[in-house]
């Protein structure tokens, strides 16, 4: 099996062999779609078209580029992370499925959600965004503070704001004081 010949493929997946020996020159074959719509390469997130969620896919691998391949027709491609990157994701938006329920994040839309919530949460949010260098930075520290408003009240979760920004006013260091109040 030293050739990267489509037959020496198709044997390694007719065997089953387990996912660490099931790979050939650069192939790693029987990788699950997550329910993220994500397959997993040394500890990070690549996109594969949302169709596959569940399926059984095969992955190339070269120095640069992670193809994932089903039924031998190649489904997406991704840049490879470099190796000392863990925990991130690669989404191909033609990997995500259309409509208004899949839209990305944006700063509009996470002020427009803490309008809704109130003003102390505006004010919570515009300080995330403030203290990091670039926007998207502070997108999922605004929404998780945002996302108490779907467990909890936006009264409770306002009055939690202003507790958070009253504590902050008074010692003048950040605490987690709205998660603490809110709790």
């Given at each position: 099996?030293?050739?990267?010949?489509?037959?020496?493929?198709?044997a390694i997946r007719e065997h089953r062999l387990p996912p660490a020996i099931a790979?050939?020159?650069?192939?790693?074959?029987?990788?699950?779609?997550?329910?993220?719509?994500?397959?997993?390469?040394?500890?990070?997130?690549?996109?594969?078209?949302?169709?596959?969620?569940?399926?059984?896919?095969?992955?190339?691998?070269?120095?640069?580029?992670?193809?994932?391949?089903?039924?031998?027709?190649?489904?997406?491609?991704?840049?490879?992370?470099?190796?000392?990157?863990?925990?991130?994701?690669?989404?191909?938006?033609?990997?995500?499925?259309?409509?208004?329920?899949?839209?990305?994040?944006?700063?509009?839309?996470?002020?427009?959600?803490?309008?809704?919530?109130?003003?102390?949460?505006?004010?919570?949010?515009?300080?995330?965004?403030?203290?990091?260098?670039?926007?998207?930075?502070?997108?999922?520290?605004?929404?998780?503070?945002?996302?108490?408003?779907?467990?909890?009240?936006?009264?409770?979760?306002?009055?939690?704001?202003?507790?958070?920004?009253?504590?902050?006013?008074?010692?003048?260091?950040?605490?987690?004081?709205?998660?603490?109040?809110?709790?």
């Amino acid at each position: 099996m030293g050739s990267d010949s489509a037959s020496d493929l198709i044997a390694i997946r007719e065997h089953r062999l387990p996912p660490a020996i099931a790979s050939q020159n650069g192939w790693i074959m029987g990788r699950r779609v997550q329910k993220n719509g994500h397959v997993v390469w040394e500890k990070n997130f690549y996109s594969a078209p949302y169709a596959q969620i569940g399926q059984g896919v095969d992955l190339r691998i070269t120095s640069q580029v992670l193809e994932v391949y089903r039924n031998h027709e190649r489904l997406t491609s991704h840049l490879l992370f470099g190796e000392h990157v863990v925990n991130e994701y690669r989404t191909n938006d033609a990997d995500q499925p259309q409509g208004k329920k899949y839209r990305e994040w944006d700063s509009v839309r996470i002020r427009a959600w803490a309008t809704r919530v109130g003003p102390h949460m505006v004010t919570i949010v515009n300080r995330i965004f403030e203290a990091v260098p670039v926007e998207e930075q502070g997108f999922d520290a605004a929404l998780a503070a945002l996302r108490l408003s779907r467990r909890h009240s936006s009264e409770r979760v306002e009055k939690a704001c202003q507790i958070a920004l009253w504590r902050v006013a008074l010692d003048g260091t950040p605490s987690p004081a709205m998660w603490c109040v809110i709790a």
